[in-house]
T-cell receptor, first 115, second 116 residues
Framework: AQSVAQPEDQVNVAEGNPLTVKCTYS??????LFWYVQYPNRGLQFLLK??????LVKGSYGFEAEFNKSQTSFHLKKPSALVSDSALYFC?????????????FGRGTSLIVHP | KAGVTQTPRYLIKTRGQQVTLSCSPI?????VSWYQQTPGQGLQFLFE???????NKGNFPGRFSGRQFSNSRSEMNVSTLELGDSALYLC???????????????FGEGSRLTVL
C-alpha cells in the first residue's frame, strides 16, 4: 500500500522569506512523487515531479523539492515566498513497482504568505 | 491545446435526486480519473477509466458510477444523493496507458455539487 502524509494543515510565512511544505511517503517499491497546487475554486495544477535521477527537482513558479530516500520525504521549497503563492498544496505518490498506477494524495497544506 | 473541461461548474440538488457530471479530457488522453474533494476527507479517488473500461475503483458506495465513451469523454453519476455528497468533483486525464506512465495528471476546474 502507498500513503502520503502532509503533517501541517497550514503554513504561514512572510513574503520574501523561504518556505517549506513538508511531505513524507510510504511505498513498498520505488516512488514517483508529485506536487500540485490548487487555487480557490480551481482544479489542481502540476508543479513538479520526481521520477529518478537528481534528488533536487525544480518546477514551476520557482518551486523546488528534494527527494530524500532515507527519510522518505519530498518537501516542497521556495527561496523567497510571494503573496500569490498562497494556495493549497498537495503531495502525491505513485508506487509503480508495487503495481499501483493511481496516485495517492496527501490531505493538503494551506500555504498563507503574509505581505 | 484545450485543457480538461468539466461541466457543469456548479450545481445544487436536493437529497434523493441524482446527478450526472461530465468530463472532456485533453485531446489524445485516454485515461480519465475522478476524485471527490471535501474539506474533511481531502482528495479521494473515485474511479479511473481507460479505453472505455473501468481500470481502478476507489472505496465508494455503488451510488457512485461512471462511464467512458469512445471519444474518451467521461461521465460520473451519483444516485440517491445524500448531504455528505456535497463536494468538489474533480476529473483528471493523463496521456499514456496505465501500465507505463510517469507523467502527471491534468485536472479540470471541477464541478461543485451542493446537496440540500
Amino acid at each position: 500500500a502507498q500513503s502520503v502524509a502532509q503533517p501541517e494543515d497550514q503554513v504561514n510565512v512572510a513574503e520574501g522569506n523561504p518556505l517549506t511544505v513538508k511531505c513524507t511517503y510510504s511505498v513498498s517499491g520505488n516512488p514517483y512523487l508529485f506536487w500540485y497546487v490548487q487555487y480557490p475554486n480551481r482544479g489542481l495544477q502540476f508543479l513538479l515531479k520526481y521520477i529518478t535521477g537528481d534528488n533536487l527537482v525544480k518546477g514551476s513558479y520557482g518551486f523546488e523539492a528534494e527527494f530524500n530516500k532515507s527519510q522518505t520525504s519530498f518537501h516542497l521549497k521556495k527561496p523567497s515566498a510571494l503573496v500569490s503563492d498562497s494556495a493549497l498544496y498537495f503531495c502525491a505518490v505513485r508506487d509503480i513497482t508495487g503495481g499501483s498506477y493511481i496516485p495517492t494524495f496527501g490531505r493538503g497544506t494551506s500555504l498563507i504568505v503574509h505581505p | 491545446k484545450a485543457g480538461v473541461t468539466q461541466t457543469p461548474r456548479y450545481l445544487i440538488k436536493t437529497r434523493g435526486q441524482q446527478v450526472t457530471l461530465s468530463c472532456s479530457p485533453i485531446s489524445g488522453h485516454r485515461s480519465v480519473s475522478w476524485y471527490q474533494q471535501t474539506p474533511g476527507q481531502g482528495l479521494q479517488f473515485l474511479f479511473e477509466y481507460f479505453s472505455e473500461t473501468q481500470r481502478n475503483k476507489g472505496n465508494f458506495p455503488g451510488r457512485f458510477s461512471g462511464r467512458q465513451f469512445s471519444n474518451s469523454r467521461s461521465e460520473m453519476n451519483v444516485s440517491t444523493l445524500e448531504l455528505g455528497d456535497s463536494a468538489l468533483y474533480l476529473c483528471a486525464s493523463i496521456l499514456e496507458g496505465w501500465n507505463s506512465n510517469t507523467g502527471e495528471l491534468f485536472f479540470g476546474e471541477g464541478s461543485r455539487l451542493t446537496v440540500l
